[in-house]
């Protein structure tokens, strides 16, 4: 995996996490991916959602201590 | 990439929690790469004042509808559990602990978002409101403005 930047949007509430990532992913090329950390609950689905809605593909999802963790590879 | 979708709101509600609601929303359609407009009209219109008082020259029925507004975003009250304005200072209390974003600063976040906030002039006037006293960087329309928007939108919300 060509991890490229890692975005800390731990302890951010909704909307926070995804206008994160979102700003995050437009520096990244496509094939790059972008690692994300958020402890928001909702962050499973929303950002599920965003990936597929905006071409993106979410490589790898983890949760651990209440973290959880993306790999989304820009589209 | 495919053609790029629309959102439109229609903030009619001059209630924090719900003007709440509507940028939450509009900052995550601007994350989806929407284009995203808020139409604020009413009461919703209050939450693009300024906070100084802007001296302007208005009728008496005007001055009195300026005072009893809400003059900015951080003024508003809730829809619910208001309690004379108690109950926004307790919602900000716990928005804090949760890390939430308070109402101006999901504004200012939707500004950078280049969510495009509208003011309907119509209501602008019958409240009193002029544009020295509303936020910069704001369009003036009416309900044909809005139309052109909402027709092609995805989402069409009314607040």
Known sequence: MNIVKVLDAKGLACPMPIVKTKKAINELVSGEVLEIHTTDKGAKNDLTAWAKSGGHELLKFEEENGILKFWIQKG | ?159
């Open chain 2, 1 to 159: 990439m495919t053609e790029q979708k629309k959102t439109t709101i229609v903030l009619f509600s001059g209630d924090y929690d719900k003007a709440m609601a509507a940028y939450i929303i509009a900052n995550g359609a601007a994350a989806y790469d929407h284009e995203v407009t808020i139409f604020h009209t009413f009461w919703g219109l209050n939450a693009l004042r300024k906070e100084e008082n802007v001296p302007v020259k208005k009728g008496f029925m005007e001055k009195m509808f300026g005072k009893m507004m809400p003059r900015g975003a951080d003024k508003m009250g809730l829809s619910k559990m208001n309690f004379a304005g108690f109950g926004p200072k307790m919602i900000k209390d716990i928005m804090k602990k949760h890390n939430a974003m308070p109402l101006p600063q999901l504004i200012e976040l939707a500004q950078e978002q280049e969510v495009k906030l509208v003011a309907c002039t119509m209501t602008m006037d019958l409240l009193g409101l002029k544009q020295e006293e509303l936020l910069e960087n704001i369009d003036y329309a009416g309900v044909a403005a809005y139309l052109a928007d909402a027709e092609e939108g995805n989402v069409n919300l009314f607040i």
